[in-house]
Structures are given as structure tokens and as C-alpha cells.
């Protein structure tokens, strides 16, 4: 299984980016919302839409494909 | 030369050996409840472990365990290991459970037909909706204690009885010409609620102190019988039967006995271990009160069955789920046994 | 030639039984030939030398080969057994170790059927070995182990 995103849908809302608890437990800051300082995690918004970083890294645990409104982000 | 033979359909599969006697090992996905057993216990390191969350979140088409046929050797382990029968080894059409040199869990769970009064919190409670509760209620007109009688001479057909009746018993008909009303003696429960309220006194009652026992209550016909079922191939030997049961009716005992840990530091609380969890033990809590937060995983260790489906899928390893103790029937085999209890931790 | 290569193995067997105190008619049983051919052989008539040579040599080649020759000679799982087991010139102990799951691949594999089951462990009746290591070779959690104890016969 690999994470995929499809930006033509994405809203850039972030939500992914929260949710996802590697990307906490790599960066706690974006737990608040506020964006990763670094570009170790998976996945991070950038110029509007999501991008991302360290795919290698995802746990393949869904909580993003879960959380995101617009079927932007998903395993497949 | 002896090979292994595997057949896939949809996401089951089973896999096959024929010589000396036929060796077959058969998977359910519907039945796996993605703990992982069998890929620590294969002794070949023939399964593999799917992403589990992945798997369960989004309806991916994707067994939850893959099984290397050319590595099986089909020695039964993962059968024997596997904690709800997910896996089943044969020998011979013989399932490696009801063969007495094979170890087994003494997992089970039963409900006693003669205690059960069929009140279904169980099949309400069950969180693999494994139970069926079927009941014949008591005829109830045999627990009707009185019958009501009206004096057509003194009624005057207003209806308040019939609007009154909460069991739609008495109809009136308030044609000018020819009034009526009638009883359905059948339906009627002797509440005497119509005689209480008629402003004319026209109804009587005959109880059963003034009919000289003719409406005396048979108990035998007051009684609810029924039977229940369990679905041992949904069944997980959970205990939220037991535990909801009113009469103690239903007995659970489980494979494993251990304690679940979550480290609150590491949870980001997102919720894969309460999906995948087999039992409902996991939830996230709900707030106490305003501004108030709690712990981030709520758990009801009563119910836990500790397969470990919540720490091997959880992607921060915020729980630990440690066994104490494996309850299995004796083998004179050293490595079976070494290999049950290799599951405490 | 291949036919050759069985009377000669089936001539060593005779000679083999005869010394085990077998009689001409159980002999003749025993590898499904007839009794005169069991006389000629005791008698050294109607041989060729040459095929009782190149038996000799396969009953002496590694166990395994040994076996797996007889056997695509033979294509005959039960003739096969018993003239390995018969033609073997050594003789090996076995043992399985604790280690055994009980998988009973060794038991399917095993040509000369020397191999059950009992109580999820293997066990390997010693006097049907022969050898050949095809189990311990196949077994998952090595837990064979099959040595030659001593070269006592001679053809």
C-alpha cells in the first residue's frame, strides 16, 4: 500500500497534516496547527495544497484518508 | 515432488499439501481480526501481516494476512495459535482442534438456555454480532387477571373509553340512530382504566377475587420461552455477554489473560486502535465538562481479549498490550509449548 | 540398460536374503520375481557380470542418489523401499530433536516411509532409513539428524 494525494482536490486545509501521528510525533508543533518547522514529516501544505515530503515514513494507519473532506489524500 | 498448492477466492484463501494424508490450511478474512498471532508464532516466517489499519479504515479489497505457500510447511501453528479460528489446519478433513495431540485455548463462551430469560442484552451488547436471541413471548390474553362487561342501558356512547384504552380494545360507534360499542376481549388487558373514567359507571368488572378463580393466572402460561445461538466463527470470547448478562447466564472464558497499556505521552488519538479493536473496549472518552479533557483512549479492560490488534496497529506504538497468561490444554510437545508461552510477554 | 541395472540390484538382494536365511519362494515373494530366476540367480547362471558390477557401484553411491535412481528406475514407490532397504550397504541412527513441530513434511517426504508422526513429533524407524538426508534437508527447524553408523556388508 502506498499514501497518495491528489492536489486538484485538495482545499489545503491542513487537516491531514494534524491528524497524521507521525507527522506529531516528528514535529509536536503542528498538533496546534501551526506549520512543521521542518521537512522531515510525511506530508506538510505548501503554496495552498498538500505535498508530500517522507511518504516512506507513513504507518499506513488511514487516520489522514479519515480525516480529509475532499478524498484528497488516500492509501491505495 | 510434494508441493504446496494454494487457492485464493477473493480475499480467503487455503493452502494444500496431499501425500501421506491431506494437510489443508483455509483462511477467512471476515474472520481475522488482524491481531497478528500467526505471523509472530509461524515457525517459517511464512505470514505476512497487511497494513492493518489501512486495510480495516478505507475497505481496501486486501486480505488482512498473506500466507507464503512455497515457505508453509502447514504444521498448524497459526491455526492453534490464532486466538478466533481465522485459521483452521485439517488433517484428513479432521480440523487440528479436535485433535487431541494439538494443543488448544480453552476459550469459550456459552449461554445456559435454562437460565437465560431472553432479555437480548447480550445480542444488543456483542460487539461481533455473534448472538441470536429467539423468543416466543406468552399468549397475553392468558395473563389478563378480569374482563370488563358494559351496560348497554346505562352507556350513552361518548368514547372517552375508547380514547382512554391503551390497548385499543373498546370501539364505539356513535351513529345517532344505532349507537354500539364493542370489546375486544382478546386485546383487552384488564387495566379497568375505561371503568375509572366513564362519567356513566355502565362498565363493570368481573375480577378474579368475584369470578371464583376463573381468571386465575396459570405461572406456566406466563413464562417466555426461546433459545440462543452463538456464532462461534464471529464469536471472540470477549465476556461483554457475560457481563451485561442479568441472570448469569452466559460464561465467557478467554484465550489470553493480560493488561493493555497506553502511553498518553506518545497517543495522538488517532483512533486506529478503536477501529480495529474486536471487542469495543477502546473509545475515546467523553468530555467530563467544560474546558475539562481526559485520558485520550478510554478502555474497558473487562473486555479485553489482548490479541494485541491495537498496539500492532497503532502507527506511534503508544500501547502496549502484555499477556500474563495463555490458557491452552497440555501437549507432550516441548516446542508447542514453548511457542504458547512465548506469547506472554 | 535400465531393466539390466534392476536384475543386477535384484541379484545382489538375492544373494543378500539368501544370507538372512530367506527361502527361494519368500525370496522370489519378497522382490516379485520368479522362483526360477531366484535358482539361476543362486546358482550364478544367467547373469551378466557387467550389470551386477554397475549395481554395485550405484548401492555404493551417496545414499540419495542411490535412492533416487532406484527409484526412476523402478517408477514404483513400494519396490523401490524394499529394494533400497534391502541393497543398502549402511546402516544410521536418527534422531529428532525437541525442536520438531510435528509439520510431517519429513513424514510426506520420506520414500521409504520410515517416518510417523506420534504426539506432534517425527519419529524415523532407524531400520527403513537409508540415508538419503532429503528430510533433514527439508526439515523447517532442523531437527533431524540421521548418521551412519557402520559399513557392515559387503557384496
Given at each position: 500500500m502506498e499514501l497518495k494525494v491528489n492536489q486538484d482536490n485538495c482545499l489545503g486545509c491542513g487537516v491531514c497534516v494534524v491528524a497524521c501521528p507521525v507527522n506529531v510525533s516528528i514535529s509536536p508543533e503542528v498538533e496546534g496547527g501551526h506549520g512543521s518547522k521542518t521537512e522531515e514529516v510525511i506530508m506538510m501544505v505548501e503554496n495552498g495544497v498538500i505535498?508530500?515530503?517522507?511518504?516512506?515514513?507513513?504507518n499506513k494507519c488511514g487516520t489522514c484518508q479519515v480525516f480529509c473532506p475532499t478524498d484528497a489524500i488516500w492509501l491505495e | 515432488m510434494i508441493a504446496n498448492i494454494k487457492q485464493v477466492e477473493d480475499k480467503d484463501f487455503n493452502i494444500k499439501r496431499s501425500a501421506e494424508d491431506e494437510r489443508k490450511l483455509s483462511y477467512k478474512d471476515h474472520v481475522c481480526i488482524g491481531c497478528g498471532i500467526c505471523a509472530k508464532t509461524c515457525p517459517v516466517e511464512a505470514i505476512e501481516l497487511g497494513n492493518i489499519a489501512a486495510i480495516v479504515r478505507t475497505d481496501a479489497n486486501i486480505s488482512k494476512i498473506n500466507i507464503n505457500e512455497e515457505k508453509c510447511v502447514l504444521c498448524g501453528m497459526c491455526s492453534v495459535g490464532c486466538p478466533v479460528d481465522a485459521l483452521d489446519l485439517t488433517i484428513d478433513n479432521v480440523s487440528v482442534s479436535e485433535l487431541e495431540m494439538y494443543p488448544k485455548y480453552t476459550s469459550s463462551a456459552t449461554i445456559d438456555d435454562e437460565t437465560c430469560i431472553y432479555c437480548k442484552a447480550c445480542e444488543v451488547a456483542c460487539p461481533r454480532e455473534a448472538i441470536t436471541v429467539s423468543r416466543d413471548l406468552p399468549d397475553r390474553s392468558k395473563l389478563v387477571s378480569g374482563e370488563i362487561e358494559i351496560d348497554d342501558e346505562t352507556c350513552v356512547y361518548c368514547g372517552i373509553c375508547e380514547e382512554l384504552c391503551p390497548a385499543e380494545a373498546i370501539y364505539v360507534t356513535k351513529d345517532p340512530e344505532n349507537p354500539e360499542i364493542v370489546v375486544d376481549t382478546d386485546a383487552c388487558v384488564y387495566c379497568l382504566v375505561c371503568k375509572r373514567a366513564c362519567p356513566m359507571d355502565a362498565i363493570m368488572a368481573a375480577c378474579r377475587s368475584c369470578s371464583y378463580g376463573e381468571y386465575d393466572i396459570d405461572p406456566a402460561d406466563a413464562v417466555t420461552t426461546g433459545n440462543t445461538f452463538i456464532d462461534d466463527e464471529l464469536c471472540v470470547r470477549c465476556g461483554w455477554c457475560e457481563g451485561v448478562?442479568?441472570?448469569?447466564?452466559?460464561?465467557?472464558?478467554?484465550?489470553?489473560?493480560g493488561e493493555l497499556l497506553v502511553d498518553e505521552e506518545k497517543c495522538s488519538t488517532c483512533g486506529a486502535c478503536i477501529d480495529i479493536c474486536p471487542c469495543d473496549v477502546l473509545s475515546f472518552p467523553e468530555s467530563t465538562g467544560f474546558g475539562q479533557t481526559s485520558a485520550k483512549i478510554a478502555r474497558d479492560q473487562e473486555y479485553c481479549i489482548s490479541c494485541g490488534a491495537c498496539a500492532n496497529i497503532c502507527p506511534v506504538e503508544a500501547i502496549e498490550v502484555k499477556r500474563t497468561a495463555i490458557n491452552y490444554t497440555p501437549t507432550k510437545s516441548k516446542s508447542w509449548t514453548d511457542k504458547l508461552e512465548s506469547l506472554k510477554s | 540398460m535400465p531393466k539390466h541395472i534392476i536384475s543386477g540390484l535384484k541379484y545382489l538382494a538375492t544373494i543378500e536374503l539368501k544370507k538372512r536365511g530367506y527361502t527361494q519362494q519368500k525370496i522370489?515373494?519378497?522382490?516379485?520375481?520368479?522362483?526360477?530366476?531366484?535358482?539361476?540367480?543362486?546358482n550364478g547362471r544367467n547373469l551378466s557380470w557387467k550389470s551386477i558390477e554397475v549395481a554395485q557401484t550405484i548401492t555404493q553411491l551417496i545414499p540419495k542418489d542411490f535412492l533416487m535412481l532406484v527409484d526412476t528406475l523402478l517408477?514404483?514407490?513400494?519396490?523401490?523401499?524394499?529394494?533400497?532397504?534391502?541393497?543398502?550397504?549402511?546402516?544410521?541412527?536418527?534422531?529428532?530433536?525437541?525442536?520438531?513441530?510435528?509439520?510431517?513434511l519429513c513424514v510426506d517426504l520420506c520414500i521409504m516411509k520410515a517416518i510417523k508422526l506420534d504426539d506432534l513429533q517425527a519419529q524415523i524407524d532407524s531400520n527403513w532409513c537409508c540415508g538419503c538426508q532429503i528430510c533433514t534437508e527439508r526439515c523447517p527447524t532442523k531437527s533431524i539428524i540421521i548418521l551412519e553408523v557402520k559399513d557392515d556388508r559387503e557384496h
Open positions: 505535498k508530500l515530503f517522507s511518504p516512506e515514513k507513513c | 448478562c442479568p441472570v448469569d447466564a452466559a460464561k465467557v472464558q478467554k484465550p489470553f489473560e | 522370489a515373494q519378497t522382490l516379485e520375481i520368479d522362483r526360477s530366476t531366484v535358482s539361476h540367480y543362486l517408477n514404483d514407490n513400494e519396490a523401490t523401499r524394499t529394494l533400497v532397504n534391502i541393497c543398502k550397504t549402511k546402516t544410521f541412527k536418527t534422531q529428532i530433536k525437541e525442536s520438531c513441530i510435528g509439520c510431517g
